[in-house]
T-cell receptor, first 111, second 111 residues
Framework: GQQLNQSPQSMFIQEGEDVSMNCTSS?????WLWYKQDPGEGPVLLIA?????ELTSNGRLTAQFGITRKDSFLNISASIPSDVGIYFC???????????FGKGTKLSVIP | NAGVTQTPKFRVLKTGQSMTLLCAQD?????MYWYRQDPGMGLRLIHY???????AKGEVPDGYNVSRLKKQNFLLGLESAAPSQTSVYFC??????????FGPGTRLTVT
């Protein structure tokens, strides 16, 4: 089946720093999504990408759909304490109703 | 507008007992999904539905059954619970199968 490799697995950053994380797939995806999960909560959709090369922002978050269609990137600028959580990438192939999820990047922000 | 709700929030079962998890959505979404989340494993799809009266198997369907008798509800059943089914269960819904919106989760422990 499809596999997503998400990296890094975890990261500790100082408040105010920028953050980058990425996701790579063993196969081509037509859709990339990025979610954030707070402890004890369900994942919340942050950004959806539908086109290779697409760059989309949501406040301080920016995500890109890689031109090979096998990767995606999420950047967070000027991190704040409430950015703490687990960030998941998810992808879907052509004509699929299913998402494949990465294993997550756990972000810790040091005030 | 409650979005996606799940009941119960917590449950403890003994091995061999049965139970049903209820997911309800008020967004008139066609697609609904059940996932399980285990530490370090990300989210794995158990079963899904593309409309009222339909169900299909996901990545890890064994030991679970589902029903979608009404568009707004999606039930997940465990007929004979096993310790390996200890997990956090998330329901999600989507209007077109890609941007999925998650409920708050049910934490199940099987002893």
């Amino acid at each position: 089946g499809q596999q997503l490799n998400q990296s890094p697995q975890s990261m500790f950053i100082q408040e105010g720093e920028d953050v980058s994380m990425n996701c790579t797939s063993s196969s081509i995806f037509n859709t990339w999504l990025w979610y954030k999960q707070d402890p004890g909560e369900g994942p919340v959709l942050l950004i959806a990408l539908y086109k290779a090369g697409e760059l989309t922002s949501n406040g301080r978050l920016t995500a890109q759909f890689g031109i090979t269609r096998k990767d995606s990137f999420l950047n967070i600028s000027a991190s704040i304490p409430s950015d703490v959580g687990i960030y998941f990438c998810a992808g879907s192939g052509a004509g699929s109703y299913q998402l494949t999820f990465g294993k997550g990047t756990k972000l810790s922000v040091i005030p | 507008n409650a979005g996606v709700t799940q009941t119960p929030k917590f449950r403890v079962l003994k091995t061999g007992q049965s139970m049903t998890l209820l997911c309800a959505q008020d967004m008139n979404h066609e697609y609904m999904y059940w996932y399980r989340q285990d530490p370090g494993m990300g989210l794995r799809l158990i079963h899904y539905s593309v409309g009222e009266g339909t169900t299909a198997k996901g990545e890890v369907p064994d030991g679970y059954n589902v029903s979608r008798l009404k568009k707004q509800n999606f039930l997940l059943g465990l007929e004979s619970a096993a310790p390996s089914q200890t997990s956090v269960y998330f329901c999600a819904s989507s209007s077109q199968g890609l941007e999925q919106y998650f409920g708050p989760g049910t934490r199940l422990t099987v002893t």
